[in-house]
């Protein structure tokens, strides 16, 4: 089977859930490294289960589900043109990932994740952005304080609770996805970087 289509849509252990058909249709139209595959599709499944949590534990807060996940799911899609980000550090990925995007005919308002997911402390993020980093974080257990407050003071201002019931309520489910890591790790780390 062919690895990139198996990061993608295949099975999972443990089991995650598939990629929006129109991410998973543009990496394999880019040749996207079944590696950077299954990735998405891990940062993909933190944000489906942190967005669902979201709509249920604080139905006053308005935002773009879909965009959310789509925007997981090709947050990283510019590592097709910089592959060695894959397992080394780099940031030139995020406006390499916009512009293929973007010439791939994907709306800028969509496009722009695989941007923001880096820079979720500019003043112009949206609550779907730091949604987006949340997701890239947690999917590895990694906690960033100051992106969590972002959040938090999303959260206290549309749902009128204190800060800290708040914060103790997405520490909670925060601590509940990362204790996933492990697994997404090994799933993601079953697949090559590179596409030979």
Known sequence: MNL????????????????????????????APPRLGAHLRAVHDVAWR??????????????????????A?????????????????????????????????????????????????????EIEDLLVSVADKVWKAKRVPDLEQLLIERLVAVCGQEPWAVFLALDTELDELAAGADGRLAYQNGFPVDVR
Do not use: N
């Open 50 to 71: 942190l967005t669902g949590w979201l709509a249920g534990a604080y139905p006053a807060l308005e935002f773009d589900r879909p965009a959310v996940l789509f925007g």
């Open 73 to 125: 799911a090709t947050h990283d899609i510019g590592k097709v043109t910089h592959p060695q980000e894959l397992s080394g550090p780099g940031s030139r990925h995020e406006q390499a990932g916009r512009r293929l995007l973007l010439q791939a005919g994907v709306a800028p308002r969509l496009a722009r994740f695989a941007a923001s997911h880096g820079s979720w402390d500019s003043p112009t993020v």
């Open 4 to 31: 990139l289509v198996e990061a993608i849509g295949g099975p999972a252990v443990p089991p995650l859930r598939l990629l929006p058909p129109a991410a998973a249709d543009l990496l394999v139209m880019l040749g």
